[in-house]
């Protein structure tokens, strides 16, 4: 089930739409951020991105059923949410599973308490957590998924938030060469934001 056609894009469409959706589930008015740097701690990553919200954060509970169950959403319930069918918070495990890597990072901050988990997938019993810090903190709630790129892939991963985050407001880029001022015209039945990998009027039905 996270054997996208894309997973790459599916990485970066996914992952943000969870951050809206953490928004959205917390009534926080605030950027989601996107970021990029060529410096990477986690097995096989010549670089990494990152996907930072300040929604609700996740308690040790949630990572586990949301990481790791596959299938299982929390967000069935309403319409106002992207994410329904459980699968987009395990996109990272199709992208790392196809480029060696060993897996992906979870920082997420719920009421003080800051846990970081490891991400990664057993041949065997699928995905698995392993916690590996859980300190105090004054930070906001919120949660950070950090996915390591491989060798030659940056500029691909680049590409693709060009591209599959497009027509998506209220994102900083913290991505050199991606530019933060630009405007998206919307209209009862069209879309449309000039200088995009979408350059053209978008009908909306």
């Known amino acids: 089930l996270t054997d996208y056609s894309d997973p790459i894009g599916s990485v970066v469409r996914e992952i943000t739409?969870?951050?809206?959706?953490?928004?959205?589930?917390?009534?926080?008015d605030r950027d989601v951020i996107v970021r990029m740097n060529r410096d990477s701690q986690l097995e096989g990553g010549t670089a990494q991105i990152q996907f930072e919200d300040f929604?609700?954060?996740?308690?040790?509970?949630?990572?586990?059923?949301?990481?790791?169950?596959?299938?299982?959403?929390?967000?069935?319930?309403?319409n106002q949410e992207i994410g329904a069918f459980g699968i987009g918070a395990k996109s990272p495990f199709g992208y790392i599973r196809h480029n060696d890597l060993g897996g992906y990072i979870v920082d997420t901050y719920v009421d003080g308490t800051h846990w970081k988990y490891f991400l990664a997938e057993d041949a065997e019993s699928g995905p698995q957590m392993t916690e590996?810090?859980?300190?105090d903190t004054d930070r906001?709630?919120?949660?950070?998924?950090?996915?390591?790129?491989?060798?030659?892939?940056?500029?691909?991963f680049k590409r693709a938030i060009k591209k599959e985050l497009a027509?998506?407001?209220?994102?900083?880029?913290?991505?050199?060469?991606?530019d933060n001022d630009y405007t998206i015209y919307r209209g009862e039945n069209f879309v449309y934001r000039p200088n995009s990998p979408y350059d053209k009027l978008h009908a909306c039905f």
């Open 167 to 178: 027509y998506f407001e209220n994102i900083d880029f913290q991505v050199d060469g991606i």
């Open 132 to 135: 590996m810090l859980c300190e």
């Open 55 to 78: 929604g609700v954060g996740l308690t040790p509970d949630d990572v586990e059923e949301i990481f790791t169950v596959v299938g299982e959403s929390t967000k069935r319930e309403g």
């Open 17 to 28: 739409s969870n951050c809206f959706d953490a928004h959205e589930k917390a009534g926080v």
């Open 140 to 156: 906001t709630n919120g949660t950070i998924v950090t996915v390591p790129i491989a060798d030659g892939h940056f500029y691909k």
